[in-house]
């Protein structure tokens, strides 16, 4: 079987003899990492000029604090070579003063927003650390927060104690605190739904040690940028406060105290004001320069685009491939033969999963919305079940309630829920931390898998050095032997990566890798070849398999194609609006022998599934799966069912036994001879 490897970005397959674009080695590599080191020229700028302003901050004082200070004989004096700016109404050198009230003005703006960055990150942060209740409560009290304008708010403070520096410091630190905990609390919320948190959960981080390792790195650049808006911000309005008097007092002064003397002064010296203005101005610019510089620079994303887009370019003179990736995955002989569950006979084999009864619901005011209505399910060693269906069907809810992952908004319960003979039923206890080396999991899309702010090797070895304690080395060690069995081409460079410099398909193989790394009991492949190329899908399959036949791995494979399911599973699970509706052995579904009108529907809409089955035109199926608000009382499929009777609309069917396998279907079921004993819930 021939395989050209062209990943979304430009992954090509080492099995298949190509090198892989974006992955580079050597001195490419070293060619690479110096050209990424290059400074963008917003922080060039920025910097140059902040530094420049700190200096002057430092030393303008000294070197002009007396002159100053000096009265002059003229007052309002005009522009002149002696005092560029002028002379105030009580005939102090205006150029002078800008320059000595640069110092209380930095320092005070500084401190401001510090104070506004540190109370926003206590917030916005601890609300994502907290529990469900406080989670939502906390998130409506910064909307609120936030709909106050923050000078109006700095005004109430600053009004309720004596003005001063310090109170206009802190009235101003609070007033802007709500923005900063908005942006970072949801920043931190987005980034907590990535993968790479939900495996990290897994790993049973605490929520602290996630916080700082996955999600603060991850959000510090639109953090920082928007802390030198802030800065510049901040500025603005120190200045607006000490121009109506509630900010320095005299004799301290700074920039917006001089604006303010300026602008009394306009109509008779108009130069005066320009002097506090422009230090605003190009002190807010060189903030808001440094900012985007430093997000440009953190951000590994775009340190690695130069390099993405030449392999992009390498990726799309490539030649297309006809043949789809399941064809590619069936066409090889060898493994159709070997798709039976092993030697040994079912009886013989361990249990690995065991669920009964589960259940999933989302609360949406007080109305609970079932997600995962009873599922039933055992899962062998070595035996590959497959979840179909279509989308919303509740796959990978049950999935991740399985593996102990739901989203924290989601409550579930279950008779029966045991990993490994662990007994993890209980929805209130915390999940073992031994769940993290029972289970593995490889998610749909390879870009969220991966923390983006960290090396692959720091992640990949993470299971083993935070469960088992092994060493670095040895882990290291282990872990470029696992990505050799994944087939990822030079894996001790990799692991010294960024993932985004790893191609589509390399991240995918990577993360399967991680998954194997604690010889987990199973692995949960959550539509693994979905996002990828459809060349690279046929390699995952393949590369899921070997992994099944050579460690005796369960897998619990999710994908809403049949053709997938048919071509890599053991046992098959059909999935419809929250249940399992058919669980039969592949080889029925191979065969066409198929039980329940939505199976049925499925396997018309899907090109040639069945062994020997003639090229047919497809029979999309109409209509949609009821939202789980909508559910109807009796059978779900009713309304696209072609078989439906009055019972169906009434009488939700139970899942039964039938033939080789079971079936939620009235019609169906309806032959009384050919009905075995209850299979599963309901
Ligand atoms: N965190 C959540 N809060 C509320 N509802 C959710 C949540 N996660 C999933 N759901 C809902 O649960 C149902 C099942 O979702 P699930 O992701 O399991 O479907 P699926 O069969 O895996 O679909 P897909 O193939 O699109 O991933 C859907 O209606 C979905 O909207």
């Known amino acids: ?83 560029p700016l002028g002379t105030d109404s009580l005939g102090r050198d205006v150029f002078y003063r800008t320059l000595v009230a640069t110092r209380l003005t930095l320092i005070m703006a500084a401190a401001a927003t510090i104070l506004a960055v540190g109370i926003g990150t206590i917030l916005g942060a601890g609300i994502v650390l907290a529990g469900r209740r406080v989670r939502s409560l906390g998130g409506r009290v910064i909307d609120l927060m936030v709909s106050y304008p923050p000078v109006i708010v700095a005004l109430a403070i600053t009004a309720i104690f004596s003005p001063g520096r310090v109170s206009v410091v802190v009235a101003i630190g609070i007033a802007f605190s709500p923005q900063f905990a908005r942006l970072i609390n949801t920043l931190a919320n987005s980034v907590s739904s990535k993968d790479y948190v939900t495996i990290a959960r897994l790993l049973g981080l605490s929520r602290g040690r996630v916080l700082r390792r996955h999600v603060l790195p991850n959000i510090a650049a639109p953090v920082l940028v928007l802390t030198s808006v802030g800065f510049a911000t901040t500025i603005v309005t120190l200045s607006g406060l000490s121009f109506i008097g509630l900010g320095v007092q005299q004799p301290s002064y700074d920039w917006g105290q001089l604006l303010a003397s300026g602008l009394r002064d306009i109509y008779v010296n108009p130069i005066e004001a320009l002097g506090p203005s422009l230090a605003i101005l190009v002190t807010g610019l060189a903030a808001g320069l440094l900012g985007d510089g430093l997000a440009q620079f953190w951000d590994p994303r775009q340190q690695g685009s130069r390099s993405r887009r030449s392999a992009r370019a390498v990726a799309t003179s490539m030649p297309a491939v006809g043949e789809s990736a399941e064809d590619q995955y069936l066409s090889d002989r060898s493994l159709s033969a070997s798709r039976q569950l092993g030697e040994a006979t079912v009886a013989d084999r361990p249990v690995v999963a065991s669920i009964r009864d589960l259940r999933v619901s989302a609360s949406r005011g007080d109305i609970d919305l079932p997600l995962v209505r009873g599922v039933s399910l055992e899962i062998l060693a070595g035996e590959i079940v497959g979840f179909v269906g279509e989308s919303g069907s509740g796959k990978s809810v049950t999935a991740m309630a399985i593996a102990r992952l739901l989203a924290p908004e989601l409550s579930w319960s279950a008779k029966i829920l045991e990993i490994n003979g662990r007994d993890l039923s209980d929805s209130h206890a915390k999940p073992p931390v031994e769940l993290a080396s029972d289970i593995g999991i490889v998610f749909q899309d390879p870009s969220t898998c991966f923390n983006p702010a960290l090396h692959v090797g720091t992640q990949i070895t993470e299971v083993v050095r935070v469960h088992k304690k092994v060493p670095k080395d040895k882990a290291r060690a282990m872990a470029i032997e696992k990505l050799r069995e994944a087939r990822v081409s030079s894996p001790e460079t990799r692991l010294k990566q960024y993932p985004h410099e790893l191609s589509g398909g390399m991240r995918q193989r990577a993360m399967i890798a991680m998954a194997l790394l604690s010889s987990p009991k199973l692995l949960i492949a959550d539509e693994p070849t979905t996002a990828l190329d459809v060349t690279v899908q046929a390699d995952v399959l393949r590369l899921l398999h070997q992994i099944n036949r050579t460690h005796d791995m369960a897998i619990l494979m999710i994908s809403h194609d049949i053709k997938v399911i048919s071509a890599l599973c053991h046992r098959v699970c059909v999935m419809y609006a929250g249940r399992i509706v058919e669980e039969l052995p592949v080889a029925e579904l191979r065969a066409g022998r198929v039980q329940h009108p939505y199976t049925r529907a499925l396997l018309a809409a899907t090109p040639a599934v069945a062994e020997g089955s003639r090229e047919r035109p497809l029979a999309p199926l109409a209509g949609r799966p009821p939202a789980p608000d909508r559910l109807p009382p009796g059978c779900s499929f009713v309304d696209r069912c072609p078989l439906a009777m009055p019972v169906c609309a009434t009488v939700d069917p139970r899942l039964l036994v039938h033939g080789e396998g079971a079936v939620a279907c009235h019609a169906v079921n309806e032959v009384p001879l050919r009905i075995g004993a209850d299979h599963g819930a309901n």
């Open 1 to 83: 079987m021939t395989t050209i490897g062209v990943g979304a970005a430009g992954a090509t397959d080492e099995s298949a003899g190509l090198t892989d674009p974006t992955g580079p080695t050597g001195a490419n590599a070293a060619a690479n990492r110096r050209r990424r080191r290059r400074l963008p020229a917003p922080l060039i700028i920025g910097a140059t000029l902040l530094t420049l302003i700190v200096l002057l901050a430092v030393v303008a004082p000294l070197l002009w604090g007396s002159g100053a200070e000096k009265l002059n004989p003229t007052i309002r004096a005009h522009r002149s070579g002696a005092h």
